[in-house]
């Protein structure tokens, strides 16, 4: 399976119309028609129903499309890596970041890099970590941030100097709001928002026996799509602290859980993937300003 089908092929599916993906790909229809059959030849499936003025993917299209993205995003990533073995003043590296206030952290450490390489180009995706751990093991990502304890087989860790504490965001007139610290009771049948691993995790642990009493009114994975829903008068947000504006005319505010939940930050590299020689001095880096020693 051609690689230069495949990149065809995932522009007949954004586009949903060949003549239009052939002016962006700067081939002929005949061209890119041409590999296309070959693909759905070579696969013994159908992938496109045609239609009048568009194309649209078949069940067997769809699956392919996510497949497809996969390998053509790592055929990408091969090919810099090894134009980066050459280039001395700087290279690309791929990160995978939950959310923290930490991140500052990991920001100033790229800028430090970016002075000493400025050829470095960094690449960043966010989400939580079953998001960012399949992309590391698929090879698309270099680093990645998690807030869960890593599987020290699997991964070299980095522990962040500080921990993210965990609390509700509600609206400044909430009378939840004139609490200090708020405890599992005081959402009780209430409407909350929180991450999906948070909620199974944490938050569980928190809670205890109150945690069948909560009401998931949604769940998100960015904190600030979150907080909006709260602006609105939706519900109650958990979530770290320092990652929502709770600045005075905001009309949001924070309380921390109490008992107090604090929550390590890990920086980690899948240990069986080599690193190019920009990852390699970020990940010494990395060792030296977080004070930790080689494992």
Request: negative net charge; contains cysteine.
């Amino acid at each position: 399976m051609e690689i230069r089908n495949l990149r065809y092929f995932l522009a007949v599916a954004r586009e949903e119309n060949m003549t239009r993906a052939a002016e962006l790909l700067h081939v002929s229809q005949p061209t890119l028609s041409k590999a296309l059959k070959a693909l759905e030849e070579e696969l013994g499936k159908k992938l496109f129903v045609r239609h009048s003025f568009s194309i649209a993917l078949t069940e067997e299209g769809a699956l392919l499309r996510d497949r497809a993205e996969d390998l053509v995003s790592m055929a990408d990533k091969i090919e810099k890596e090894f134009l980066s073995l050459d280039d001395i003043t700087g290279g690309d590296l791929y990160l995978g970041l939950a959310e923290s206030y930490q991140i500052r952290l990991l920001a100033r450490e790229l800028r430090i890099l970016k002075e000493q390489y400025p050829g470095l180009s960094y690449h960043i995706s966010s989400g939580d970590t079953e998001q960012v751990t399949e992309k590391l093991d698929k090879g698309l990502l270099d680093f990645a941030v998690i807030c869960e304890t890593p599987d020290p087989k699997k991964y070299e860790s980095f522990e962040f100097p500080e921990r993210d504490v965990w609390g509700l965001i509600m609206p400044a007139d909430s009378p939840l709001a004139k609490k200090k610290s708020i405890r599992p009771e005081d959402l009780t049948g209430l409407p909350v928002f929180g991450s999906e691993q948070g909620w199974n995790n944490d938050i569980k642990k928190w809670a205890g026996e109150f945690h069948d009493q909560f009401h998931l009114e949604g769940s998100f994975r960015l904190s600030y799509n979150g907080s909006m829903f709260v602006k609105e008068g939706l519900g109650y947000l958990l979530t770290f602290d320092h990652i929502v504006d709770v600045s005075e005319g905001n009309g949001l505010v924070f309380r921390p859980l109490s008992p107090k939940q604090e929550v390590k930050l890990y920086l980690i590299r899948n240990r069986f993937q080599a690193l190019t020689p920009i990852g390699e001095r970020f990940r010494r880096q990395i060792m030296h300003h977080f004070q930790v020693k080689e494992s």
